[in-house]
């Protein structure tokens, strides 16, 4: 059955003819399948703990200033605005997971670059409720693709026993009060000892990844990194203007 719907899925979204931002023909030659307008928002300068955008010469971010984070570091492949924003939102919400392996090849170049030695792989789980709805984990996804680059085996470590509300629009302290004892380890789930990479779609103020992180070193875990496909800008307004970006976002990725 897997295989068959591998199929219908190269069948109905062949890979190299169109870009998978725009639709726009692909030249003979592109890279991770972008028309040349299309343009991933990639952070000149990162905090070296989070790894979200800073001003240029900042080393750390006042976020990271301020708290110690649960997680060694974190990276992202782009800035979660404009084209990448809209890749996210298909691969979340239209159904897209043909894009995986694509974002997967982008997140492997920035794990390379990170020079990180990990044990095994995980991702950050939905609510059994959402996955049933949407029919699948994005973030599951693109860590099982990037396990296969990586040469390392994806692991649901994390399950999340508590069904919680929307983020959008709230502080940085609600979201961490939202996700605090949502997360468990799987039952059976082995991380004594390990280093372990936590893999999601987007970081936004890295209350999901700490507190996932959390529950892993309760269970023996030694260290854990954080890798996602975008992560928003340190300076990023989490409120009403977060609401209206992604509203806009999702409006964008339906158009296209």
Request: glycine share 6%; aromatic share 6%.
């Amino acid at each position: 059955m897997a295989r068959w719907k591998e199929i219908i899925t190269e069948a109905l979204y062949p890979s190299g003819i169109k870009c998978i931002v725009c639709d726009a023909e692909l030249p003979e030659e592109s890279r991770f399948e972008l028309c040349e307008k299309c343009k991933l928002p990639i952070a000149e300068t990162v905090c070296s703990l989070c790894g979200r955008e800073v001003v240029f010469g900042n080393v750390i971010c006042d976020q990271c200033k301020e708290e110690r984070l649960p997680f060694a570091a974190a990276r992202s492949s782009c800035v979660y605005r404009d084209e990448a924003a809209t890749l996210v939102h298909k691969l979340k919400y239209r159904d897209a997971r043909y894009l995986a392996p694509i974002l997967a090849e982008m997140m492997f170049e920035t794990f390379t670059a990170a020079e990180w030695q990990v044990d095994f792989i995980t991702f950050v789980p939905v609510h059994k409720s959402k996955r049933r709805a949407r029919g699948y984990n994005q973030a599951e996804l693109l860590a099982t693709e990037l396990g296969k680059r990586i040469g390392k085996e994806c692991v649901p470590a994390l399950e999340k026993k508590v069904k919680t509300k929307s983020m959008v629009r709230q502080t940085r302290e609600r979201r961490r009060q939202i996700v605090s004892g949502a997360f468990a380890l799987t039952e059976g789930a082995d991380v004594r000892g390990k280093t372990v990479l936590l893999v999601d779609d987007v970081l936004t103020t890295g209350a999901t990844a700490s507190e996932c992180t959390r529950i892993l070193k309760q269970g023996g875990c030694k260290e854990a990194y954080v890798l996602t496909f975008a992560a928003t800008p340190v300076n990023a307004t989490i409120g009403k203007g977060e609401k209206r970006h992604e509203t806009r976002n999702k409006v964008r990725a339906k158009r296209l």
